[in-house]
């Protein structure tokens, strides 16, 4: 069993920026690469981006430049650095470890004036 929590969301305004932090407990050996998803309302849930366990990092074209990815292995939490938010970035923001049938219950993140 893994429990993810993530955390950071909030309102901003577009331009603004967000830390989301995913704090990982429980069985978190087997987990290896991690991804950031995202579902806006009538949408499907989308990967925004993934780091493998050597650190390497791939990005949905849209977000490209504006999101970073990162770990902290001490701490069991992943991150995802948001800069340069637009309104079409709204959605709740979930982590998964990729391939796993695990899923937290996600932050949400309105980008709006």
């Known amino acids: 069993q893994v429990q993810l929590v993530e955390s950071g969301g909030g309102l901003v305004q577009p331009g603004g920026s967000l830390r989301l932090s995913c704090a990982a407990s429980?069985?978190?050996?087997?987990?290896?690469?991690m991804g950031w998803y995202r579902q806006a309302p009538g949408n499907q849930r989308e990967l925004v981006a993934a780091i493998t366990s050597g650190g390497s990092t791939n990005y949905r074209d849209s977000v490209k430049g504006r999101f970073t990815i990162s770990t902290d292995s001490a701490k069991n939490t992943l991150y995802l650095q948001m800069d340069s938010l637009k309104p079409e970035d709204t959605a709740v923001y979930y982590c998964?470890?990729?391939?796993?049938?695990?899923w937290g219950k996600g932050t949400r993140v309105t980008v709006s004036s």
């Open positions: 998964h470890p990729l391939g796993s049938i695990y």
């Open positions: 429980g069985s978190i050996f087997s987990i290896n690469n």
